[in-house]
Each structure stands twice: as structure tokens, then as C-alpha cells.
């Protein structure tokens, strides 16, 4: 389903017009179609239906408490990279049987806190990852669940930066090394192997590399099942594209599932996928305000009171994101659209076919629910965007503007 179309003109969420919800909220603002992540959801889990996956929703993606517990009624589990988003997933009522947790870093409170909490398994990047998870276990007398994160060595054809599963990435382990980390963790008093984990990259709009890292961690799995009792479970991880343009194909859930189906049924395991741009990425959009035009002899600007610390993907990787005129026009302009931050790089875009809007009127940037409000910062001291839920005609503030206050709330003042 699209979660944002025209009616009578008007660009609207569901059944709420985008013009209501900017009128009553303010700009910029972030808006999220409740029935979009939830047809997302559904789409995924009945094209994996033969496999029974458990899908566990990438907080990182959009990390409000109102879509996690949308997200988890649905039935989804987790897949945490902090202990933030633990305590988040723990506020949200997610099970901790539903909840995995990856990441190079994991700190020793981080590990303690969800050794305690019970969680499904962690997904372990490196041997003193495993050390450490050991003593941890040991000392509060848990158990420490793992599977253990193979880099298969796979081209995702993305963006360099949200690309993980190459050997150059700091991410996981390679297959040989893999081995070797399994035998330890087998050695390791207070843990115990259970699966098998990967994530090769993000924003992937085809099943290919996904294929072909099924295959290649295949007969590591086989192997590992035989040696190692606990061994049930196979994350894939997740990085299923979305289309950001009108024009782009997307990866239909469909598609993949049949070529992953067969490659993941024979294995006997228990999957886990880890979406979260699949989930929550068109259900978002960021509505802005047009401030001012402005051109010069090369370009014609449209300003708007979004920036790119509320929406930092074009900046960060020449992301696009489909700009549309809330109150539809077929005036259109050749232009940029950019914020009031003190960067060339606060744009939402350059050099696009845009319509063309007076100050005063809206835009919508689509694609903004997934590493929107969740990459947003304080940058340029600009309070960070509300976001509303929309549910058919009703719609919700899930978070509320930042305030002039909540700028200096955690600054303490120095007295000499
Ligand atoms: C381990 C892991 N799983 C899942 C995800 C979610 O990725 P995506 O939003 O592309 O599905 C990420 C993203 O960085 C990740 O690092």
C-alpha cells in the first residue's frame, strides 16, 4: 500500500490530510502510517510463512516507543545495536525471548543489563566479545546465548556505507575465523551456541546477494548444527530495499522469499530476519514549510524550516527522497530544496524537477520513517521535529517538539 496519496488535491496520510496534521503540530514534522508498517509486516511474514520466521524489527530504524509496540503486537521481536534500545524495547512490552542483540561495541553494562533481561541471543562480532559475554554469564550466574556473526564475503551493489557484508567491513567474522571463534565459545564457561548470524547491508532491491549468502553460509550451518546441540537458529539479518523513487522496483517480499525459501527450508533452523528500512521506510514522511525563494544567476533554491538534522540521508549519502507539494500543483521548477543549517550539504535535493511552491505552503519528503528522526540531532541548536502516528482518520503525537528548554535541559553551569 502507499501510505501518502492525493484526495481532492490534498496529500494526505491514510485519511488525515498532511495540511491538518502541520496546522496542528507545527513544522517540520515527522508522520508515520500506522496500516503501512503494519502491511509491511504482514507482506513479509506471509511470504516467509513456510519458515515460521520470527521477525525482529530493527529499532535503530525508527526507534519511537509507539512504532516498536506497533511493530511487537503484530508479533515482531527486536534486533537491538545498544542498551538504550533495550530499556526502549523493555518500555514497549517486547518479550525478551523476542529480542536479539548485535553490534561491535557491546560494553559491559550493556551486556549485564540483557544477560539479565533474559534476551534471545546475541549476536557476537568478535572472540573478546565472547570473553566477555563468558565472564559476564558467569558472574550473574547466566547463561549466555550466541550466535556468532559470519561476514560471507557478498557484494549488496549499495551504498558503500551501509554496505556490511564485504571482508573489507568491520562486521563479523570470516568463515575460517568464524570456526575458530565457535571453538572458543564452545570452551567458554557460561554460554551457549545457537546459531548463526548475518547482515550483509542495507537498502538491497534484489534477492541475489541475499541468495547467494544463504548459500555460502549453508554448509557452515550444517556443520555447526552437527557439532554444536543448541545450534536452531539462522538470522539473516535484514537490509530489504524500499523504493525511494516513483520509478523504482521494489524488492517485493514475494520475490525473495522465493529464492530464500529453499535455500532455508532444508537447513531444519529456526529464522530470523532483522528488516527495519522495509518496515518503517515509506510509512514516514518529513512535512516542511517553504520559508523563502531564493536564486542566483546558476540555481533557484526553495528554503524550507526542515534540515538536514532532522533528515540527514542526502546529505550523509546523496540519499533521494521524493519531494511532493502537500497541496498538489502542476507548477514545477528546476531547483534545490534546502534547510537553514550553515552547510552546502543541507539539501533534500539538487537539481530537481520540483513543484514549484510559494513561502507558505508545505512539502512532504517521503521515505523519511526509516534513519529519519532516528539519525536527527540538535545541530545548529534546532529543537528536534514532533512526530504524529496516523491510524485511518485518527491521528496521534507519539513525540513532541523539542522546546527552547530541552535544548539546555542537560547543561550544567560552571561557576568559576
Ligand atoms: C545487524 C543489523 N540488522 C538489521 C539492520 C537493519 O537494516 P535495514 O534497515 O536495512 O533492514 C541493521 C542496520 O544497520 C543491522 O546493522
Partial sequence: MNAFEYRNGQLHAEEVPLATLAEQYGTPLFVYSRAHILAQYGALAQAFAAVRPLICYSVKTNSNGAVIKTLAAAGAGVDLVSGGELERARRAGVAPSKMVFAGVGKTEVEIADALRAGILFFTVESEPELVRISNLARRLGATGRVALRVNPDVDPQTHKYISTGKQENKFGLDFARAEQAY????????????????????????????????????????????????????????????PYQPDQPPLKPAALARELVPLLQPLGLEIVLEPGRYLVGNAGALVTRVQYL?????????????????????SLYQAYHEIQAVRATSARVLGDVVGPICESGDFFAQDRDLPAVPPGELLAVLGAGAYGFAMSSNYNSRPR???????????????RRETWDDLVRHEAEVTW
Fill in 385 to 399: 521535529a514532533a512526530e504524529v502516528m496516523v491510524h485511518g482518520a485518527q491521528h496521534a503525537l507519539i513525540r
Fill in 183 to 242: 571453538a572458543l565459545a564452545a570452551r567458554l564457561p557460561g554460554l551457549e551456541i545457537v546459531g548463526l548470524h548475518m547482515h550483509i547491508g542495507s537498502q538491497i532491491l534484489t534477492s541475489r546477494p541475499f541468495a547467494e549468502a544463504v548459500r555460502k553460509v549453508a554448509p557452515l550451518c550444517a556443520e555447526l548444527q552437527q557439532r554444536y546441540p543448541a545450534f536452531r537458529y539462522l538470522d539473516i539479518g535484514g537490509g530489504l530495499g524500499i
Fill in 294 to 314: 531564493k536564486d542566483n544567476p546558476l540555481k533557484k533554491f526553495i528554503i524550507v524550516d526542515a534540515a538536514m538534522n532532522d533528515l540527514i540521508r542526502p
